[in-house]
């Protein structure tokens, strides 16, 4: 069973400039791959897609190597780190 994530809502008082809605894309089941936030409900984890394009792999590499993944699943990805980065707590600078 897939669930959808909701650990990572959307929160209506924050912007979302523009960003695309991740929640169809990405989905975290506890059951697999560890819950780690995964695509689509595939073996294939958010973080792999985006260490993969960190590391300068092209889309086109990706999708050759993964052909289930799409380029709608790369902006999903993107979009839900950016996300979660929102969302981290920083500390003020020490005065």
């Known amino acids: 069973m897939t669930a959808n994530t ?3 809502a959307p929160n209506p008082a ?3 400039l523009g960003a695309m809605d991740y929640h169809d894309y990405i989905t975290i089941d506890p059951n697999k791959r560890g819950g780690k936030p995964c695509v689509r409900g595939l073996r294939i984890t958010v973080y792999e897609v985006l260490d993969y ?3 300068d792999m092209t889309e086109d590499e990706i999708l050759a190597d993964f052909p289930d993944l799409t380029r709608e699943d790369f902006k999903a990805c993107i979009a839900f780190a950016a996300e ?4 981290l707590v920083t500390v ?4």
């Open 6 to 8: 909701s650990a990572l």
């Open 14 to 16: 924050e912007p979302k």
């Open 53 to 55: 394009l960190a590391s």
């Open 84 to 87: 979660r980065e929102r969302r």
């Open 92 to 95: 003020p600078p020490a005065a």
